[in-house]
């Protein structure tokens, strides 16, 4: 495994230096990266053909694994990496969700500090994990944090990749692994990528849930005299899939939550054959210590980024009224998801692995693994759309590409199966078995190749959106953006010290994804930290607008129980200072209403204040001492 992380982390950043010394035309206004693209996709799967070829044959083993490894690092690094070539930002650009990820790893890039992306002294509530492995990355390399997001994103999903590819080997054949792998890397690249902290999770989860049923040993439940001897095997699948929960949990908690789940659900079916087997209760319990050996395992590690948040709500920090996260219900989480009956080539794979899940239930234990975790996502749905009735929600939306890749990758192995039968059929016709190869391929490809176009909307934002340099990639004017340097200057000059000393009030929060201030308030409060009181901060930014004096604004901001603004970077109105606020509005799709709060210009007309104007913005900062 540390042998193609190597392999991984070399290949993708060769292959992103080498994009990234060419000029390319934008992805969204030419057809040459998505044609380099394909030569670059065709060539990856045409060499994971071969190491599949050569593990079949058992010829140069070593050299076709890290073949393997290289090509399927190479195929991540060609599909997201080409056709970004020409961008220094990454799928969705700085927008919307992309934008709180960003400043998340502009936080941990400035600081190894496990501390909020958004608000001053507090820990973080979303999982740190990806972000600071990035945030050390980005040091090392002496890039800012939101430069460092396009490279260090794919290669860290080339990593995930083939550290699933190694995972799969012990569990199935070498040639097999290659395969499966290869199908749930595009499956994710194509439905997950723009999420890279959930997709790396989405990747390993596949054969972690194979792990998983073979660390709960439900082969024991069928009795024999080996019970005992196979009660006391399997703790390395424990110890694995522990570890694997708990790394989720450092990375995603979603992700966590369904993986969990999906183990319980195991549990649970492995104790009811293990006492069906036994004839008494007593044959579970081997079943229940290896499952709460892996919670033991999995909390250990979750504690490494969870514990500053948990020691400070244990400390009498409150929750109550804020968090919104769960408050999202699009029309995608309101029905069960069924891809087997779409139209098309991920549709098709999907009804292969559907079939294959049944039809081979009761004889493969990587069947039973996959069908337990389908299931486990069909029940988190519905628990979801039931969770409705009471004001909230388990965000199963976001569960679909759990889905694809379970059965997906159930179809991989569906698709194995039912060539060999055909394939036994024709009393091993070798025209036959060709025909079913260069089937297979062909598809691979045809689906392969079409990722960028699947990802075209989050494509052209990475172009369109302004960069930290002020710049768009496709050359075009570039928005309001492109002040921010100078916003920076002003306050470094007027504030003095370090960034991270400072807390700015503004609406334009891509500001605090590009500089690591810390913000007086996030820009939705699904996004906001449950300790920050998302609504009262609101709701006091609101009052401070109708006051009528800075007597009156310094005692409001000297009496808060957070840490005041020491600058606020206005949009400037017709009718004074503005700031575009979010207050949460579920049930309803959209979730968020934005409202507008104007503050009068006479407020901070005082020698405690400098006002600077910036374009479209209004600097103002407070004097030291004020």
């Known amino acids: 495994m540390v042998a193609a992380v190597v392999v991984a982390i070399v290949v993708s950043g060769v292959g992103l230096f080498a994009f990234a010394r060419v000029q390319w035309p934008a992805f969204n206004s030419s057809n040459v990266t998505q044609a380099v693209t394909t030569v670059l996709q065709f060539v990856a799967l045409a060499a994971l053909g071969c190491s599949i070829y050569l593990l079949r044959r058992r010829k140069w083993v070593t050299g076709a694994r890290v073949l393997s490894w290289a090509a399927l690092s190479g195929l991540v690094t060609a599909t997201l990496g080409m056709p970004l070539a020409a961008t220094k930002l990454y799928l969705h650009g700085i927008s919307v969700d992309q934008e709180f990820r960003t400043q998340f790893?502009?936080?941990?890039?400035?600081?190894?500090?496990?501390?909020?992306?958004?608000?001053?002294?507090?820990?973080?509530?979303?999982?740190?994990?990806?972000?600071?492995?990035?945030?050390?990355?980005?040091?090392?390399?002496?890039?800012?944090?939101?430069?460092?997001?396009?490279?260090?994103?794919?290669?860290?999903?080339?990593?995930a990749a083939v550290v699933a590819l190694v995972l799969w080997s012990e569990l199935v054949r070498s040639d097999l692994a290659v395969l499966v792998a290869t199908a749930s890397t595009v499956i994710v690249l194509a439905y997950g990528s723009p999420e890279p902290y959930g997709a790396v999770i989405a990747l390993l989860i596949a054969p972690a849930l194979v792990l998983a049923w073979g660390a709960l040993d439900p082969v024991r439940a069928f009795g024999g005299d080996d019970y005992q001897k196979r009660a006391r095997q399997g703790w390395g699948?424990?110890?694995?899939?522990?570890?694997?929960?708990?790394?989720?949990?450092?990375?995603?908690?979603?992700?966590?939550?369904?993986?969990?789940?999906?183990?319980?659900?195991?549990?649970?079916?492995?104790?009811?054959l293990a006492k069906r087997a036994q004839g008494s209760w007593r044959g579970t319990v081997p079943v229940l210590v290896r499952f709460v050996s892996i919670a033991v395992i999995a909390g250990v590690v979750a504690l490494i980024v969870w514990a500053p948040f948990l020691l400070d709500v244990l400390g009498g920090g409150s929750t109550a009224g804020s968090g919104s996260a769960t408050h999202y219900l699009p029309d995608t989480g309101a029905s069960l998801p069924l891809p087997m009956f779409h139209m098309s080539l991920i549709g098709l794979l999907c009804l292969l692995g559907s079939v294959w899940l049944i039809g081979r239930a009761t004889s493969s234990r990587r069947a039973q693994a996959l069908g337990l975790g389908v299931v486990s996502v069909y029940l988190w749905f519905l628990a979801s759309m039931a969770f409705t009735a009471m004001g909230n929600t388990l965000l199963a939306f976001r569960l679909e590409v759990i889905l694809l890749v379970l059965?997906?990758?159930?179809?991989?192995?569906?698709?194995?199966?039912?060539?060999?039968?055909?394939?036994?059929?024709?009393?091993?016709?070798?025209?036959?078995?060709r025909v079913l190869v260069a089937v297979g391929a062909l598809g691979a490809l045809a689906f392969t190749q079409n990722i960028p176009q699947l990802l075209a909307n989050d494509i052209t934002v990475a172009y369109t959106d302004t960069d930290g340099n002020g710049e768009r990639a496709d050359q075009r004017p570039p928005g309001a953006a492109s002040y921010y340097a100078e916003i920076d200057e002003t306050l470094r000059s007027q504030l003095g010290g370090e960034r991270d000393d400072h807390v700015v009030l503004t609406a334009d929060t891509a500001l605090l994804a590009y500089y690591p201030y810390f913000g007086f308030q996030a820009l939705t409060s699904h996004y906001a930290n449950p300790l920050a009181d998302f609504a009262g901060r609101a709701a006091a930014i609101e009052e401070w607008s109708e006051l009528e004096s800075a007597d009156e604004l310094l005692s409001a901001w000297d009496s808060l129980q957070w840490r005041a603004p020491d600058a606020v970077v206005f949009r400037q109105g017709a009718e004074g200072y503005?700031?575009?606020l979010a207050e949460d509005v579920y049930p309803n799709d959209p979730n968020v209403r934005r409202y507008t709060v104007t503050f009068?210009?006479?407020?901070?007309?005082?020698?405690?204040?400098?006002?600077?104007?910036?374009?479209?913005?209004?600097?103002?900062?407070?004097?030291?001492?004020?």
């Open 237 to 272: 699948a424990v110890v694995g899939t522990g570890l694997f929960l708990g790394i989720a949990a450092t990375f995603y908690t979603l992700y966590l939550g369904l993986a969990a789940f999906a183990v319980t659900v195991m549990a649970v079916v492995a104790a009811l």
């Open 105 to 159: 790893l502009t936080r941990l890039t400035d600081s190894a500090a496990l501390r909020d992306m958004n608000y001053a002294d507090m820990p973080p509530f979303y999982p740190a994990g990806w972000f600071w492995i990035g945030g050390r990355v980005a040091n090392l390399l002496g890039m800012d944090g939101w430069e460092a997001f396009k490279p260090y994103a794919i290669a860290s999903l080339a990593v």
């Open 578 to 580: 503005t700031l575009r």
């Open 407 to 433: 059965l997906g990758t159930a179809g991989a192995f569906a698709f194995v199966d039912f060539s060999r039968w055909i394939s036994l059929a024709s009393s091993d016709n070798p025209n036959v078995r």
């Open 600 to 626: 009068p210009e006479t407020l901070f007309d005082d020698p405690r204040f400098t006002i600077t104007d910036v374009g479209p913005f209004a600097v103002v900062t407070r004097a030291e001492g004020a």
